[in-house]
């Protein structure tokens, strides 16, 4: 089960990387002809989507830790954090990780990194405060469910590949309203590969967004608690501590589209969509409590 | 000719690839015994910390204090793997008396350092306990894998043996009286 986990999460990365340069070449291609070349479009193309790729896959923790604001601790920091964590890493198997605190009042926590000797858990200092020890417990032992079946290679691609698409073509598509206009009146040609490219871009915006939901299947999310209930065998720590963090209102500030689908709950969305919304990221809380009781 | 090179080559594959797997896993189970290993010591060295600390609260219980440091000294010296199951049961017991005795003590209670020590404690029996757990679990999958077809024609001829779950190897250890809280 947790092997296949790890095959599936290995074969989405390497489906997801090629899926990116298929598009990067594909845009390439088109722009390189347009300015008469489109073998060295092509070349550019795939410069950067290895690039983009090695980036991803590197240096995708810093850039996830970073954008989430997250601060390295040491065990005198939080001497029960660390020995919760340290206890669920002899259960796992797994080495220990680096541990993370983001200054947020928001109750949530995620991992990430490209293996698990190179993970990293992060929670937030609400969280932290909220929970007693089992409940601790129960969360930190969802993350290293993550880690353990490397759900935290897939979604870190994910969030950092995806992610930079989706906020470029953001970017991309304002500045074309933008600066379309005077490129027009110097050239008349020169809008049309932009005006492909914005497109393409506007039909494909919404996909990454579609990908990025799938990436955290509710599937994922069951299954990383049901691992936490048999690595801690007591499955009330982390039903209580899911319970704590849904009576929570308020919405985690460093949380964003590319960042949302690493977390234990659904960061940005309140309560009341958080459970009840279709194509949420996230299974609804309470059904993922009632599942821990039962077992 | 070839045909049959093909076969020798694919028979050669599948047998360094099956003995490495073997090894490998025979490699975690010995990590994980010596993971419960090092958490006892760790125990061992709390201990100390943890006496002095409520020393000068407890005036009036020497008694669970010296019980302490008496099974922490007969779980080091045990010799037998039958004498160390019992010591370490021992030990438990009376750090169970002790943090119950505790309790009435409320100065000690709120003390920064018996607070961090507890908070150690707590944290190595779990780690104790996961240990062992984790240890099962490699065994599980290595002594499943000895078993199984077609590695187990690789386990008997390189003589990869079956290794015994934590509980079978320390069953004294459930013979063991418990200590009774009066």
Same mark, same amino acid.
């Given at each position: 089960?947790?092997?296949?986990?790890?095959?599936?999460?290995?074969?989405?990365?390497?489906?997801?990387?090629?899926?990116?340069?298929a598009?990067?070449?594909? %845009?390439?291609?088109?722009?390189?002809?347009?300015?008469?070349?489109? +073998?060295?479009?092509?070349?550019?193309?795939?410069?950067?989507g290895?690039?983009?790729?090695?980036?991803?896959?590197?240096?995708?923790?810093?850039?996830?830790?970073?954008?989430?604001?997250?601060?390295?601790?040491?065990?005198?920091?939080? @001497?029960?954090?660390?020995?919760?964590?340290?206890?669920?890493?002899?259960?796992?198997?797994? @080495?220990?990780?680096?541990?993370?605190?983001?200054?947020?009042?928001?109750?949530?926590?995620?991992?990430?990194?490209?293996?698990p000797?190179?993970?990293?858990?992060a929670?937030?200092t609400?969280?932290?405060?909220?929970?007693?020890?089992?409940?601790?417990?129960?969360?930190?032992?969802?993350?290293?469910?993550?880690?353990?079946?490397?759900?935290?290679?897939?979604?870190?691609?994910?969030?950092?590949?995806?992610? #930079?698409?989706?906020?470029l073509?953001?970017?991309?598509?304002?500045?074309?309203f933008?600066?379309?206009?005077?490129?027009? #009146?110097?050239?008349?040609?020169?809008?049309? @590969?932009?005006?492909?490219?914005?497109?393409?871009l506007?039909? %494909?915006?919404?996909?990454?967004?579609?990908?990025?939901?799938?990436?955290?299947?509710?599937?994922?999310?069951?299954l990383?608690?049901?691992?936490?209930?048999?690595?801690?065998? +007591?499955?009330?720590?982390?039903?209580?501590?899911?319970k704590?963090?849904?009576?929570?209102?308020?919405?985690?500030?460093?949380?964003?589209?590319?960042?949302?689908?690493?977390?234990?709950?659904?960061?940005?969305?309140?309560?009341?969509?958080?459970?009840?919304?279709?194509?949420?990221?996230?299974?609804?809380?309470?059904?993922?409590?009632?599942?821990?009781?039962?077992? | 000719?070839?045909?049959?090179?093909?076969?020798?080559?694919?028979?050669?594959?599948?047998?360094?690839?099956? +003995?490495?797997?073997?090894?490998?896993?025979?490699?975690?189970?010995?990590?994980?015994?010596?993971?419960?290993?090092?958490?006892?010591k760790?125990?061992?060295?709390?201990?100390?910390?943890?006496?002095?600390?409520?020393?000068?609260?407890?005036?009036?219980?020497?008694?669970?204090?010296?019980?302490?440091?008496?099974?922490?000294?007969?779980?080091?010296?045990a #010799?037998?793997?039958?004498?160390?199951?019992?010591?370490?049961?021992?030990?438990?017991?009376?750090?169970?008396?002790?943090?119950a005795?505790?309790?009435?003590?409320?100065?000690?209670k709120?003390?920064?350092?018996?607070?961090?020590?507890?908070?150690?404690?707590?944290?190595?029996e779990?780690?104790? #306990?996961f240990?062992?757990?984790?240890?099962?679990?490699? =065994?599980?999958?290595?002594?499943?894998?000895?078993?199984?077809?077609?590695?187990?024609?690789?386990?008997?001829?390189?003589?990869?043996?079956?290794?015994?779950?934590?509980?079978?190897?320390?069953?004294?250890?459930?013979?063991? @009286?418990? =200590?009774?809280?009066?």
């Amino acid at each position: 089960m947790m092997y296949d986990r790890i095959a599936a999460n290995r074969r989405n990365s390497i489906i997801l990387v090629f899926g990116v340069m298929a598009f990067l070449v594909t %845009l390439g291609y088109f722009l390189g002809e347009y300015y008469g070349n489109g +073998y060295f479009g092509i070349g550019l193309a795939v410069v950067v989507g290895s690039v983009s790729a090695l980036v991803s896959y590197f240096g995708g923790r810093g850039v996830i830790l970073k954008i989430s604001r997250a601060k390295k601790i040491e065990k005198k920091d939080h @001497p029960q954090l660390f020995n919760v964590v340290d206890e669920l890493a002899i259960a796992s198997g797994l @080495p220990m990780p680096d541990i993370y605190v983001i200054q947020d009042s928001a109750p949530n926590a995620f991992a990430t990194g490209r293996d698990p000797g190179h993970a990293a858990v992060a929670i937030t200092t609400g969280l932290l405060d909220k929970l007693d020890r089992d409940e601790l417990q129960g969360v930190m032992a969802h993350e290293l469910s993550h880690v353990q079946n490397r759900d935290i290679l897939f979604s870190m691609m994910v969030g950092v590949m995806v992610g #930079s698409i989706a906020l470029l073509s953001d970017f991309f598509l304002r500045s074309v309203f933008w600066g379309g206009g005077r490129k027009r #009146s110097k050239n008349k040609g020169g809008s049309v @590969p932009i005006m492909i490219i914005a497109l393409l871009l506007a039909i %494909l915006a919404p996909i990454f967004a579609r990908i990025m939901q799938m990436a955290v299947s509710r599937q994922r999310e069951y299954l990383a608690d049901a691992s936490a209930a048999q690595m801690t065998r +007591y499955p009330n720590g982390l039903a209580s501590a899911l319970k704590k963090i849904a009576e929570d209102p308020e919405v985690l500030e460093v949380a964003n589209r590319a960042t949302q689908h690493l977390y234990i709950v659904n960061p940005i969305k309140p309560f009341e969509k958080r459970a009840k919304s279709l194509f949420s990221t996230h299974p609804p809380i309470e059904e993922r409590i009632s599942r821990l009781l039962e077992m | 000719m070839i045909v049959f090179l093909i076969v020798v080559i694919i028979v050669v594959v599948m047998v360094t690839g099956l +003995y490495n797997t073997l090894v490998k896993l025979k490699k975690r189970c010995e990590n994980g015994w010596a993971q419960i290993d090092v958490q006892l010591k760790r125990r061992y060295d709390l201990i100390p910390n943890l006496v002095e600390t409520a020393k000068g609260y407890m005036k009036h219980e020497r008694e669970v204090l010296e019980n302490v440091t008496k099974a922490r000294q007969q779980a080091i010296d045990a #010799s037998s793997v039958k004498d160390q199951a019992a010591a370490e049961n021992m030990l438990t017991s009376t750090l169970r008396t002790l943090f119950a005795v505790a309790e009435s003590y409320p100065d000690l209670k709120a003390n920064t350092n018996m607070l961090a020590v507890q908070e150690e404690l707590v944290s190595t029996e779990n780690k104790i #306990s996961f240990a062992r757990q984790h240890f099962n679990d490699t =065994v599980m999958a290595y002594n499943t894998k000895i078993e199984v077809f077609p590695s187990n024609i690789i386990a008997g001829m390189f003589n990869f043996v079956e290794r015994e779950f934590f509980e079978l190897e320390n069953e004294a250890e459930k013979e063991v @009286p418990k =200590v009774s809280f009066e």
